[in-house]
């Protein structure tokens, strides 16, 4: 029997797949916690439907990423920060930093979690920082460190 998967079912498939199983399995288990529907031909038109939306709408989300990875690309963050002895900071320049950097001086509202650092900043100078805007698009971008006057 064909029905249509209304939520994940572990070891039967996930959310809007057409599987087969037996007869008194979709009626004793599938139908009555609402974890399936017949698959009748109004069900799979709509299930067609909406995997399309799916597909356009991610295909636009990545779109807007890629735009976004452009714009920002080789833009210039300048920070400035405490200085002690041979140019060493007083604390770091984390990605919470260059992400309220972005934020002031260009106009970006970039998730700190999207920056992606691999040390943190500790001394003066110009640093190229990665942001993964989305796992097809990513940026590259300049940070300044300065000390304050």
Known sequence: MQVVLLQDVP????KGDI???AEGY????LYPRNLASPASEGKLKEISTQRQNQVAKKQKLEQEAKDLAAKISNL???LQAKVGEAGRLFGAISSKDIADGLKAQHDYDI???KIV????IKSLGNYKV????H???????????????
């Not at 650092?117 to 943190?120: G, M, S």
């Not at 990665?130 to 805007?133: G, H, R, S, T, Y």
């Not at 796992?135 to 006057?149: D, F, R, W, Y």
């Open 135 to 149: 796992p097809v698009a990513q940026a590259e971008i300049e940070v300044e460190v300065v000390a304050t006057e």
């Open 26 to 29: 979709a009626r004793n288990f």
């Open 111 to 113: 998730d700190k979690k």
């Open 130 to 133: 990665v942001i993964k805007i």
């Open 19 to 21: 599987v087969n199983v």
């Open 117 to 120: 650092l691999k040390d943190p």
């Open 76 to 78: 210039t963050v300048k």
């Open 11 to 14: 070891k039967i498939g996930k």
